[in-house]
């Protein structure tokens, strides 16, 4: 039996999750083993809950907001970049490589690339 990573994917409620809402509505392809968290904000996503992923099985963690600008509260993806900055840190500290982390930005329309980018990562992990 082939490897298959257990990806944890943290998304925004307002675009990313409603991107893989679509994904799923319009059945889209895309690895099974990927586990979604709704946050209300990408902001909302702190390191820790990163290194916790892991420390309980997860293969991958997908952090996904909404695109640079678009944001429904402003500025929040901005935090989002220097937060994720600092979990790659801490995986590296931890000894988990840094590339088992990955933030996208997929917007409520592109339930497509939301596909795309979770296959894209599982087949990196594998």
Known sequence: MS???KIVAMLCNWCSYAGAD???????????????IRVMCSTRVEPSF????FLNG?????V??????DCHYVTGNY?????????????KYAG?????LRLEWVSASEGEKFASVVT???GELK
Not at 96 to 100: M, S
């Open 64 to 69: 996904g907001g909404c695109h640079l600008g």
């Open 3 to 5: 490897f298959e990573p």
């Open 120 to 122: 894209d990562f599982t």
């Open 50 to 53: 990163v290194l916790k992923s």
């Open 22 to 36: 679509l994904a799923g509505v319009s059945r889209f392809q895309y690895p099974p083993t990927t586990r979604v």
């Open 58 to 62: 997860a293969d991958g963690v997908l």
């Open 79 to 91: 935090y989002t970049i220097g937060k994720m900055n600092m979990a790659r840190k801490l995986l």
């Open 96 to 100: 988990i490589d840094e590339k088992r």
